[in-house]
């Protein structure tokens, strides 16, 4: 059963990295696989890892059983994913449902893990590790997961798309209409947005944390994702969007600039850029842009990037935030005010990189550029 889950849209991409050091023992653990994994928000993916014992015969009578044990390091802080002993297979509490050994039972030198539901902070270095009698090996293996989930409504006001002028509004921002997958892993993330969306299965839903009046949507207290079901097409609502790659760079100055949106616009084509799109600054963020200061983008909006929450910065989230124009949150402001400005510098100006280095462009991953 597990294999009809297995990802089919899982994306890798090869880079020179380490493998496991090698000290002689008689215990090795290899992850087939160098460099990092990618894989994008709400997927799966499956680490590769496989265990040899060498022939060199032991002194000791009858092998002790092997300890198996998935960790991973994220932020600094170690968490333990599963551990096997014998055939016994203990996924712990937080990963209840979502981790599983793949073909462990069926080949015990296959320790392959599958990973589900894929959240940003799944992003991290995995390892793998095992212990037989005293001795002990492990390899480690990067994740990296892509996209971020954002809410977005339309420069008229609150609740404003049908289910079709959704769509085109992520479009016209350079992302998609995100899928209910894809809001919940922002959910599990820590998402919060008491604004109902549409999603790309015709449903409205919104994320709540804290659940409070005006926000208990078909939940009441619990914390979750509020659902209204397949919703009217013809109905208004805002919507959540997905952005999982840019082809470029979005680039702020240091020094902020007094500009008019007709102004930002020319200050980026001053630059061989263009205005970035909310799409692009929200990867960006999710990338780890952080400045305290609000900028016009392509749609007419200004917002600005937090990683690092501080007081004076919109307060004690991270997060894109938006300078609506009026104070219920709604309308972006009058195209004469004065902002800062995000620009957006499209691949070829990473192709650039590639000339630098005096090496050839050979591929194109999703938002990776390889230069060989
Ligand atoms: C599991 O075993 C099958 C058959 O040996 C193999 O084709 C598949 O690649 C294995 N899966 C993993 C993730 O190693
Ligand atoms: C928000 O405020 C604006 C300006 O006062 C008003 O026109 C609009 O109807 C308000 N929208 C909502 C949803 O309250």
Redesign the pocket.
């Known amino acids: 059963a597990l294999f009809s889950i297995l990802p089919s849209e899982v994306v890798l991409c090869w880079y020179d990295g380490q493998s496991s050091s090698d000290d002689g023992q008689s215990l090795k653990v290899n992850i087939p696989h160098s460099g990092a994994l990618v894989a994008p928000l709400g997927s799966s993916v499956?680490f590769?890892c496989l265990v040899s014992r060498s022939s060199t015969p032991s002194t000791s009578s009858a092998p002790a059983v092997p300890r198996v044990k998935w960790t991973v390091v994220s932020d600094g802080v170690e968490t333990q994913i599963l551990v096997v002993k014998g055939q016994r297979v203990k996924v712990s509490e937080a990963y209840q449902g979502r981790a599983a050994l793949?073909?462990y039972t069926?080949?015990p030198d296959?320790l392959?893990l599958?990973l589900g539901d894929l959240r940003s902070s799944d992003s991290g270095y995995y390892r793998c590790e095992v212990q037989q009698g005293l001795e002990d090996a492990s390899d480690l293996i990067q994740l990296k997961v892509k996209g971020v989930v954002f809410h977005y409504r339309d420069a008229l006001g609150r609740y404003a798309f049908s289910y079709h002028q959704a769509q085109m509004a992520c479009e016209a921002i350079g992302a998609e209409i995100a899928t209910p997958d894809q809001l919940l892993a922002a959910y599990y993330n820590g998402y919060e947005q008491c604004d109902a969306g549409w999603l790309a299965d015709q449903s409205v839903r919104y994320p709540i944390q804290f659940p409070r009046e005006g926000c208990y949507g078909d939940m009441e207290g619990q914390p979750g994702v509020r659902n209204y079901g397949t919703v009217n097409p013809a109905d208004l609502y805002d919507v959540y969007c997905y952005v999982e790659a840019i082809n470029g760079e979005v680039f702020h100055d240091s020094v902020p600039q007094q500009l008019s949106f007709h102004g930002a616009q020319s200050y980026c084509r001053a630059a061989g850029a263009e205005l970035a799109t909310t799409a692009q600054l929200y990867l960006a963020w999710s990338e780890g842009l952080d400045r305290c200061s609000p900028g016009w983008l392509s749609d007419g909006s200004v917002r600005y990037p937090i990683t690092a929450p501080r007081e004076r910065c919109g307060g004690p989230q991270a997060g894109v935030k938006t300078l609506y124009r009026f104070s219920n949150q709604t309308g972006f402001p009058e195209p004469s005010s004065l902002h800062d400005v995000y620009c957006f510098k499209g691949a070829y100006f990473v192709l650039q990189k590639c000339i630098v280095y005096n090496a050839e462009l050979k591929l194109h991953i999703r938002n990776t550029w390889i230069c060989m």
Do not use: Q, R, V
């Open positions: 499956s590769p793949l073909n069926s080949s296959d392959s599958w």
